[in-house]
């Protein structure tokens, strides 16, 4: 009875310690993914993420510290430490659920290829065999293992550098985030580049939360159906997506 009166005690203990929330929790991201996080001209974090976490922290009455790391290590932290949640264009999937928990979504980026003019590639099933640049660890990187093999899945740290692989003609192709890859066509300013939509999958982006803290991810689902309500998604894609026309896209 002793043995069971003290699991009860420690099951409830360890209740208590996972439901509490930091004073401050720690973003783990990946400022490498423009227009999403990147560093400013000033040496400045800045991005659609950067501004909707502040938001998110100010509502939510939490204190942030940001911490950057490649993408692929985002997860690993967040999964690893329940005072830290990753925002870094995290698209939700089942696979990723297994290892944290996430958010509701607050931004729909679907995939799409980016290809020279003139290519002919115009369906998935033109780019099977073909070598396709991703950033890995991304969904892109998954869409592109269905589509071509891994053999042909060309991985690299950033989209930026699977793009410059593509003007030099590295690559047959690159699957991007649709907003990301617009954004970096818009600062290339490269003729030869277009971008094409072949239907892949919507893919939403969502904030990884440490299974351990519930609270915590009530705390931040409660700020994002406020700031959805305030209109302040939309401030956000017209601000980074370019205009009103591509923010309701």
């Known amino acids: 009875m002793k043995k069971l009166i003290a699991l009860l005690v420690a099951l409830m203990m360890l209740g208590t310690v996972a439901a509490a929330v930091a004073d401050t929790i720690n973003v783990a991201f990946n400022p490498e993914y423009p227009p999403f996080e990147y560093v400013n001209d000033n040496g400045e974090y800045e991005g659609y993420d950067v501004d909707l976490i502040n938001k998110v922290a100010e509502k939510a009455g939490i204190e942030i510290v940001f911490e950057a790391m490649d993408f692929d290590a985002v997860i690993s932290a967040v999964a690893t430490n329940e005072n830290t949640i990753g925002v870094s264009g995290i698209s939700i999937t089942d696979e990723r659920n297994l290892s944290v928990d996430f958010s509701e979504g607050y931004n729909n980026a679907g995939l799409i290829v980016v290809v020279k003019k003139g290519s002919g590639y115009a369906t998935v099933d033109d780019l099977k065999g073909k070598v396709i640049g ?12 269905e589509i071509t093999g891994e053999a042909n899945t060309a991985k690299y740290k950033t989209f930026l550098n699977a793009i410059m692989e593509l003007q030099g003609n590295k690559v047959d192709a690159v699957i991007v985030d649709k907003p990301v890859g617009m954004a970096i066509l818009a600062s290339l300013a490269d003729d030869e580049l277009e971008i094409v939509d072949m239907g892949l999958q919507a893919d939403w982006y969502g904030i990884e939360v440490n299974k351990a803290n519930p609270d915590l991810l009530e705390k931040i689902n409660a700020a994002l159906k406020e ?7 939309e401030e956000l894609a017209v601000k980074y997506f370019s205009s009103e026309e591509e923010a309701a896209e």
């Open 134 to 145: 991703v950033q890995m660890g991304t969904t892109s990187d998954f869409a592109a293992e």
């Open 227 to 233: 700031l959805e309500a305030e209109g302040y998604y």
